[in-house]
């Protein structure tokens, strides 16, 4: 059983995230759109794994990633993104 956080704002990419870490066992999950919705998201339930974007479309997922250690400490992250 495994609790992830997918920060990404394009809704299908995140579908996708999801199925594909579904198939390795991966069993719940909260989705966050913006920084600050990730930072909330892991705060209200940390989560065992971080899949994060890099651009949102408030904020970036490395300052997302950021404030979540400052709070949580470090977690397990993969950040995905198509910005080169």
């Known amino acids: 059983m495994c609790h992830v956080l997918i920060i990404e704002d ?8 999801q199925m594909a870490l579904e198939e390795e066992g ?13 930072v ?3 705060l209200a339930r ?3 794994l971080i ?9 970036t997922g490395p300052l997302a990633v950021a404030r979540i250690y400052e709070e949580l400490g470090k977690l397990p992250v993969i950040f995905i993104s198509a910005t080169p």
């Open 10 to 17: 394009e809704p299908f990419i995140a579908m996708s995230i």
């Open 26 to 38: 991966a069993t719940s999950f909260d989705f966050a759109v913006t920084e600050a919705e990730a």
């Open 40 to 42: 909330a998201a892991a």
């Open 46 to 48: 940390p989560p065992e």
């Open 51 to 59: 899949t994060s974007d890099v651009k949102l479309i408030e904020g």
